[in-house]
Every structure is written in C-alpha cells, then in structure tokens.
Nanobody, 124 residues
C-alpha cells in the first residue's frame, strides 16, 4: 500500500503561482510513476503531468506546457507540481496519484493509489 497526502492548494489571482506537494509513504519502492490529475466541477478527471519515479521522464498535458512543472525528491518521497501563470480555467481539485506498474501516463485508470485532493482556485 502507498499513502499519498497532498498540500499546497489555495486561492490565487490569475497570473499567480502555487506549488503543490504530494508526500508518499508506505511501499514506495514499488512505485513506477506518479502523476497529477485535476477535476473541475461537472467535468471528468483529467491528466496534468506525470513523472517516472526512477528515471525522471516527464509527461504533460499540452495546455500546461511552459506553465506547470512536475518534479520529484526521491529522498523525501515527495512529488511537486509548480504552477505558474495560473488561469481561471486551472481551477479544480488537484489529485496526486501513484502507479505500481507501467501505465499509460495520461489515463487515471492505470494508477493504483490516490490522495484526497487539494483545491486550487484561480480568480480572474
């Protein structure tokens, strides 16, 4: 089992920045990849970015390219999502997820463990 705890969400004005953190505990050695997804009210959960835990390869949603950056600290078992130039359409609950085997990075179906989510609200 892997437990994930997100933090760092909040209210920010358009153009501002936030950094989300996701602390992982438990069977970390079995983690293949970690990702960030988001879900806005009335919409499906969508992929944001993911990172291969061992090699650090990054996968991202085109709409966040150049604005969001995923990173990991393997010593702290933590993955981060640095979000810059935030837009009102980025408003959503952001979820951290972990996969224990090779996955299609942008599909939530492949991820085995999920955090509780953290709210990000961007005002215009």
């Amino acid at each position: 089992q892997v437990q994930l705890v997100e933090s760092g969400g909040g209210l920010v004005q358009a153009g501002g920045s936030l950094r989300l953190s996701c602390a992982a505990s438990g069977r970390i050695f079995g983690v293949y990849a970690m990702g960030w997804f988001r879900q806005a009210p009335g919409k499906e959960r969508e992929f944001v970015e993911a990172i291969n835990w061992s090699g650090g390869t990054i996968y991202y949603k085109d709409s966040v390219k150049g604005r969001f950056t995923i990173s990991r600290d393997t010593a702290k078992n933590t993955v981060y999502l640095q979000m810059n130039s935030l837009k009102p359409e980025d408003t959503a609950v952001y979820y951290c997820a972990a996969a224990s085997r090779p996955v299609t990075f942008d599909s939530p179906r492949g991820y085995d463990y999920w955090g509780q989510g953290t709210q990000v609200t961007v005002s215009s």
